[in-house]
């Protein structure tokens, strides 16, 4: 028996891959979801450069952590934590607008500007779609 080598970059990134590519089977089942009820989608949405930064994004965060946990094996405990308090840090459910100026983080403000392009491209899709 002969030993494969496997670059070690190869399991988070297959671990990003895969999540990104559900996500692009579950944006696709949104769209026909959202056309049945009534919604107006442009399918360009799809194509948007938004996604490829977000997958960028994860790629980095993910090798980080990976070696991060390396060293640090309780790691993995505290980032389901950290990740699931993100819900409610990042203004996603609620306005910026409603986060005092001295609570603005860096970390929080640039996922939440990750979120906005995002919002925006939607907005700018749907009206030159509806007009």
């Not at 989608?41 to 960028?56: A, D, E, G, N």
Request: proline share 5%.
């Amino acid at each position: 028996m002969k030993k494969v080598y496997i670059p070690k970059i190869f399991f988070p990134l297959v671990a990003v891959s895969t999540e990104a590519i559900n996500f692009c089977l579950s944006l696709v089942s949104m769209m026909f979801l959202a056309l049945f009820v009534g919604l107006h989608f442009h399918p360009t949405l799809l194509l948007c450069l938004c996604y490829r930064s977000y997958f960028l994004f994860h790629i980095g965060i993910v090798l980080a952590l990976a070696i991060a946990t390396v060293y640090f094996r309780d790691l993995t405990h505290l980032v389901r934590v950290v990740l699931a308090s993100f819900f409610y840090l990042i203004p996603i459910v609620y306005p910026m607008s409603a986060v005092p100026e001295n609570m603005h983080f860096i970390s929080v403000e640039s996922i939440h500007l990750f979120h906005q392009s995002l919002q925006t491209t939607h907005f700018l899709w749907t009206s030159s779609y509806s007009s």
